[in-house]
């Protein structure tokens, strides 16, 4: 799969104060951006991984120490597979 390349202007002295170097740092923010997609349902935890250049199990870790939950629950759907079990 392609990547596109995006630019993102951060304060010059930000890796410095933040004691990351530019390419921890492209990292650190990819995998942020992939979490809050799949925060709102807008990707798979497959897709938001990739997008961040990690395994999925990798992925889940990366979940769990922020305390995020693993699976998203819509309960209106639950309960209509519930339903259609019954």
Not at 34 to 54: F, T, V
């Amino acid at each position: 799969m392609g990547m596109t390349a995006v630019t993102i202007r951060l304060p010059e002295e930000l890796p410095s104060a933040l004691h990351r170097s530019p390419n921890e740092l492209e990292k650190d923010i990819t995998l942020a951006a992939a979490i809050d997609w799949y925060r709102q349902g807008l990707i798979s935890q497959g897709r938001a991984a990739e997008i961040a250049g990690i395994s999925r199990a990798a992925f889940l870790d990366s979940l769990a120490a922020r305390k995020i939950d693993v699976i998203h629950v819509d309960l209106d759907e639950l309960k209509r597979e519930i339903d259609e079990l019954v």
